[in-house]
């Protein structure tokens, strides 16, 4: 019964999987069937934005042409610069050079947060500021040189593209701030030297998430800001 | 781990009764906290076992108590409002609380590593987790309750919910929405174990057909599930922003909310009886003392329910709207996805031809329930005719309709595996005359309490109001006699399994001379880690000879 219990030769395999072999194919399908998870709960809100998109084609390009090309495009690099940061971490924690691996996630991080940063002080802070906030707030002012022009819209969808301009980004900015709690940990990890080349799978793991939450975006900049 | 313990069941090989063992999953420890932190798929499954045992008792209060209401067609003592709140609380305990997590979450957590021969379930922590997150759910649903209810029916249909509801519907999205990770996570670790986990020589043909129905649950688990959570989630943004989504008013579409919403809650209700499914095969199969018949066709029954289920949900919608064409392809499809339950109910009917059929507990609620589901998927598609629908549309046909696949069936089903398993759970024999009596008992209140909203349905009586034409009364003063007898059915294994646990005999490894891991390389009660050696498997499922003996 004793060998039941645990591996005494290997204190990183959980003491119900037999083999090392068996454990990392166990993690690795959980975390894909975790990523299928989420394309079904970002799926509702694609089906939401199709419905209304097709509902409503001016009301998206005007609302479009609201939103700051620049900003987002620079956002946009910050993001995938962020998946590079993260697939050299990766990179790094198999080959065990741990110090490299540290400055990658610290890197990660740090661009992901000049993203969120950038979203709320040059997007989401004017639209509120202005009115375009959709809801009981929602009361774009006529004057307004840039939002002024939405008026002609009012009444035809108007919201609903602001609705889901909120709802979408603002679900993909939450996974990005989960995604910063657990960096956070990562990082500490690393630094208290818990990842070697032969144990790296949370870190692995954390990059597919980190991917996956990067694609999202590339999905969500073309549909909300290039919509002509 | 390097000596070989081979399972061979045949006649001449014996099937191995291990005494009761000195320290098992129950006993190795006492305290409060070895259970509220334990990663035992086995103590986690006993801590839903309780969890969900509650919440089916106070689902039935709220049944019990509207049914009384119904014996008289003015209303008495539940006026609309009131009666509203009854019937959707009930709806959504007895889903989101007991139908989901039943077999599931209880006898798939106990059952499926000891069935594949593993330690454990692939993520024990995950599994721990998931019984928090339901419990978080469960703590908001009494919170609903005790702050005044919910009364949009457990549908939440737009604009209804988002624009006029006065109830406590954005905690009740919260609640759906929490709830629904921990279905997400317990599907996640099934499949994983399914994969991953099998021991040596259990191929994917060698496996007990209750894996097999799991399999498939869990598939709609992870990929229907976060669609009703993020349907649920555009509600209580609506509710709170006050946009409209949803609402026409404000340019939403009400109708997309029920695209969404039953995109998950149709393959829900296969949730809700592919795991019941699992148990028949298995207890057909014992008391049949038969290799299940077509044992090939069953397995991939569950997963073709599982891929075509995710292709009708357009069937609840025939007169909301939606497109006639739409309504064509959506009928078609449901007249498809019949096939593979039919193909289950065949096969099990020729698993008795020429078996051993002995008539224990488990064999009674069994072949009760092949002829409950088979009448409750039978008007199902009745209903799934887009001619016959529109006059049967929210009338009490439909009400018996699900009521004969979700109690007939699973609750049914459920009650079987745990008539089944309670020796293995418990390590202790109930009394079997009682036990027959009750799934008698149940039989009987359950189609004295259904079988007559047939009949009120068929004649236009519309589900979901409180008082009704008194020419309804009839059917109603016999469902709520029927619905009487049920309860007291239900009660009965109450008292007869409590008895066993403190007076019950030791049960012995296998009493009823079944096959498969659980029973041949198991102790009942199992010990902490399942098996002494991990087994390795030679043979396929249900390999009876017909001359195994029952000791009970």
Redesign the interface.
Known sequence: MSSLDSHADNPYLAHHFETEEQQTESCTLGMWLFLAQEVMFFGGLFLAYAIYRSLYPEAWSAGSHTLDVVVGGINTVFLLLSSFTMAMGVYYAQTGKQKQLALMLLATLALGITFVTVKWFFEYAPKIEAGVFPGKLWAPNPANHHYGQLAFFEGQGLQMFFLLYFVMTGMHALHMIIGFGILLVLIVMTMQGKFHAQRYLPILFFGLYWHFVDIVWVFLFPMFYLVS | ?STEHLVEPSADFPVRDYGPPRVHYLNWRHTIASWLLSRDHKRIGIMYLVSISIFFVVGSLFAAIFRLELLTPEGDFLQADTYNKFFTLHGVVMIFFFLIPSIPAVLGNFLIPLMIG???????KLNLASWYIFMVGGTIGVAIILLGGLDTGWTFYTPLSSSYANTHVFLAAMLVFITGFSS?LTG??F??TI???RAPGLTWFRLPLFIWAHYATSVIQ??????L???VF?VG?ERI?????FDPA????PI?FQ??FWFYSHPAVYIMILPGMGVISEVIACFSRNRVFGYEFIAFSSVAIAIIGFLVWGHHMYVSGQSMYANLVFSLLTMLVAVPSAIKIFNWTATLYKGNVIWETPMLYAVGFIGLFGIGGGTGLFLGTTGLDVPLHDTYFVVAHFHYVMVGGMVMAYLAGIHFWWPKITGKMYAQTPAKISAIVVFVGFNFTFFPQFLAGWNGMPRRYHSYNADFQIWNVLSTAGATVLGIGFLMPAFYLGWSLFFGKDAGSNPWGARGLEWEACTSPP?P?N??E?PVVTQEAYAYTGEETVSV
Do not use: C, Q, R
């Not at chain 2, 404000?250 to 579409?253: A, I, K, T, V, Y």
């Open positions: 781990m593993a330690k454990d379930v692939a993520f024990p997400i996640l670790n499949l994983v994969h991953k986990m992870v990929l229907g599930t976060p669609v959570a993020i349907t555009l943004i922003w006050g946009v409209g989504i404000l340019g939403g579409d997309l695209h969404m010990i880690h098996f002494e991990i």
